[in-house]
């Protein structure tokens, strides 16, 4: 099956209803800035969100930092600049942007799962090294590592906004083990004052395991700091990571 994505596109209306930035965001910014203010070798002032989406970790984050944002997806840009108006944002792949400038601290959250095979996480965590400045910290969050990946989980989250109801139905599934690869499938559905609308979404997306991640961060150049972050029933492994020198 191809990606599609369409949360990033033509249903990207729906992503401010997935999810309230004020509240289900704020607890993981306030672990991010704990664990920059900790690990920083000189004060942090400014952060580059890398896949920074509809900038709901922006509106928490530009709390403490100056915050840029940046995304491969128009129309998300164009969100998080709705929602952060006095905040900077840029276009650009994660893969492959040249320095915008160099940054204190550099967030990679979600978006970090779209990199699908080991060469894309390279070239991601080399993008994030790029943008520090010496003594920064990059503080990444893998969605699933090998060793918490659980197979076929169903996850249902429920939203109303304007007259419109929406249920985000997320399933996940690796059809082989063996790669570096498993499958996000998502369905909408969506009752615009009461009629029903089925849209679809899926998207492979890339796991790699604790001991990759270690790997690939400290040949990167940076000094490897690892925790947990635990907002419920669930639990994330969280690099805070510094650039030496």
Known sequence: MNDTCRLYTDLAWLWPMWGDAATEYAHYCEHV???????????????????????????????????????????MLAQAKDLNP??????????????????????????????????????????????????????????VTIETFRQNKTTTSLATRDGVDVVFIENVYDPDPADEQY???IL????????LRIETDHWTMGIFSLDTWR??????????????????????????CVKTG
């Open 86 to 143: 006095e905040c900077h944002f840029v276009q650009g792949d994660m893969r492959t942007c040249r320095p915008i400038g160099t940054f204190d601290a550099v967030l990679m959250d979600d978006a970090i799962a779209h990199m699908s095979c080991l060469t894309d996480l390279v070239a991601a965590l080399r993008t994030a090294y790029d943008h520090l400045n010496p003594g920064g910290v990059l503080v990444v969050t893998p969605d």
């Open 215 to 240: 790997q690939v961060l400290r040949e990167t150049g940076f000094e490897l700091h690892e925790g947990l972050y635990s907002p419920g029933e669930d639990e994330y492994a969280v690099f805070a």
């Open 33 to 75: 800035t704990a664990l920059i203010r900790q690990y920083a070798e000189h004060p942090a002032t400014t952060l580059l969100d890398i896949g920074c989406g509809g900038g709901k970790n922006v509106l928490n984050l530009k709390r403490h930092f100056d915050v840029t944002g940046l995304d491969l997806s128009p129309a």
């Open 183 to 185: 499958q996000t499938t």
């Open 188 to 195: 909408y559905l969506i009752r615009d004052r009461g009629r």
